[in-house]
C-alpha cells in the first residue's frame, strides 16, 4: 500500500475542504445562489485555489453525486454479500437513494436532469450531462432478481429499471399530502408487489 506524502494529503485535505464548504453553502443559499467565493470563503481558501481541484461549481456537483452514488453501490455489495433477496436489495437501494436525495437535496435538480436525458433518444442526448449512475445499480439488482427466478422475466429489465429510476421524479413533483420519503416507499412496495414472480398472471 503506498503511504501518500505530504503534499498529496495536503491536496487531498484542501480537496475534501472544498467539497464540505460546497455542501454546506449549497444546503443553506441554493446551487444557483452560490458562488465560486462563497464556497471559497467558507472553506478560508483563495479563490484561485478552487480551479487547480474542480473546473466549474457544476463539477463540484457531479463530485458530490458521485460520491453519493458510491455510498449507494457500498451499501448494496454489503446487502448482496449477505444473501440478501433480490427485492430486499432493491426496496433498501431505492429507499437508501430517497434519503440520499432528501439530505442532499442540492442535488436533486441534477439527478433529475441525468434521468430525463437519459430519457432522450440516444442521438438527440447532450453529451455534457452526467451518467444516471443510481439506475445502473438498480439495473443491477433487477436483473440479479430475474436470473434467480424471484423477479417476473416477461418484463425487460430496463422498462422495470426505469420505473424504478422515475419514482424519484414522480416523488419530488408530488403535490399529495404526504412526504417525499413516505412518497417513494408507498411507490416501491407497489412496484415490488407486481415484480415478484409469484405474482405474474397465468
Given at each position: 500500500?503506498?503511504?501518500?506524502?505530504?503534499?498529496?494529503?495536503?491536496?487531498?485535505?484542501?480537496?475534501?475542504?472544498?467539497?464540505?464548504?460546497?455542501?454546506?453553502?449549497?444546503?443553506?443559499?441554493?446551487?444557483?445562489?452560490?458562488?465560486?467565493?462563497?464556497?471559497?470563503?467558507?472553506?478560508?481558501?483563495?479563490?484561485?485555489?478552487?480551479?487547480?481541484?474542480?473546473?466549474?461549481?457544476?463539477?463540484?456537483?457531479?463530485?458530490?453525486?458521485?460520491?453519493?452514488?458510491?455510498?449507494?453501490?457500498?451499501?448494496?455489495?454489503?446487502?448482496?454479500?449477505?444473501?440478501?433477496?433480490?427485492?430486499?436489495?432493491?426496496?433498501?437501494?431505492?429507499?437508501?437513494?430517497?434519503?440520499?436525495?432528501?439530505?442532499?437535496?442540492?442535488?436533486?435538480?441534477?439527478?433529475?436532469?441525468?434521468?430525463?436525458?437519459?430519457?432522450?433518444?440516444?442521438?438527440?442526448?447532450?453529451?455534457?450531462?452526467?451518467?444516471?449512475a443510481f439506475k445502473s445499480i438498480f439495473q443491477e439488482i433487477i436483473c440479479k432478481g430475474q436470473v434467480d427466478g424471484e423477479f417476473r422475466q416477461d418484463i425487460p429489465s430496463e422498462v422495470v429499471t426505469e420505473m424504478f429510476h422515475s419514482i424519484?421524479?414522480?416523488?419530488?413533483?408530488?403535490?399529495?399530502?404526504?412526504?417525499?420519503?413516505?412518497?417513494?416507499?408507498?411507490?416501491?412496495?407497489?412496484?415490488?408487489?407486481?415484480?415478484?414472480?409469484?405474482?405474474?398472471?397465468?
Amino acid at each position: 500500500m503506498k503511504i501518500m506524502g505530504r503534499r498529496e494529503r495536503k491536496k487531498l485535505q484542501s480537496r475534501q475542504t472544498i467539497l464540505a464548504a460546497a455542501v454546506k453553502q449549497f444546503t443553506a443559499q441554493g446551487v444557483r445562489e452560490t458562488s465560486i467565493a462563497d464556497i471559497m470563503n467558507a472553506a478560508d481558501l483563495g479563490i484561485g485555489t478552487f480551479y487547480n481541484y474542480f473546473e466549474s461549481k457544476d463539477a463540484v456537483l457531479m463530485c458530490l453525486l458521485e460520491g453519493l452514488v458510491a455510498e449507494l453501490r457500498t451499501a448494496v455489495d454489503e446487502l448482496l454479500q449477505a444473501n440478501r433477496s433480490a427485492s430486499e436489495v432493491l426496496e433498501s437501494a431505492v429507499v437508501k437513494t430517497g434519503r440520499l436525495l432528501m439530505d442532499n437535496r442540492f442535488v436533486l435538480p441534477l439527478f433529475l436532469s441525468a434521468a430525463g436525458e437519459a430519457a432522450r433518444p440516444a442521438g438527440k442526448r447532450d453529451k455534457e450531462a452526467p451518467a444516471p449512475a443510481f439506475k445502473s445499480i438498480f439495473q443491477e439488482i433487477i436483473c440479479k432478481g430475474q436470473v434467480d427466478g424471484e423477479f417476473r422475466q416477461d418484463i425487460p429489465s430496463e422498462v422495470v429499471t426505469e420505473m424504478f429510476h422515475s419514482i424519484f421524479q414522480a416523488a419530488a413533483f408530488s403535490r399529495l399530502e404526504i412526504s417525499f420519503m413516505e412518497n417513494v416507499q408507498l411507490k416501491v412496495r407497489l412496484i415490488l408487489s407486481g415484480l415478484t414472480a409469484h405474482n405474474k398472471a397465468e
